[in-house]
């Protein structure tokens, strides 16, 4: 399987748009939010600086699952801030097999403490799609005499 490229790829095909939340934001604003992007998580951002992540899996597990309500729960109290980052010079391959190792879906792109921004699993997946296309694509047309001799 080709799982060529780096981070700094897959970011370059991203709208680059930081979809983020405040730790003293409600869980229920947290989790509206994430579901009128359409995301499964959301960064907590205060002072411009990278604090945590909230995700549909801690809203499950911290608050459904222990009886507490999403509009009397604040994003500080269920946020993950034991934070693993990826940086742009990262590998597809490295950040797949570490996604899939920790059983994480989302990591922080982050260079110097400067976040430059947030792949999925679904990121990653989608890149790997688009390479192998491309080299079957290619494959085919050479092996149909597409290119010269």
Known sequence: MDVSGTIETVLAHKSGTIISV????????AIALMAEKNVGALLVMENEKLVGIISERDYSRKVMLKGKTSRNSFVR???????TTANPRETVEECLRFM?????????VVVDGDLRG???IGDLVKHVISTQSAALDQLKDYIAGGYPS
Do not use: F
């Open 22 to 29: 405040a730790p003293e934001a409600t869980v229920y604003e």
């Open 77 to 83: 109290e269920i946020m993950t801030t034991e934070l």
């Open 100 to 108: 899939t190792d920790k059983h994480i879906r989302h990591l922080p």
């Open 118 to 120: 947030v792949i999925s």
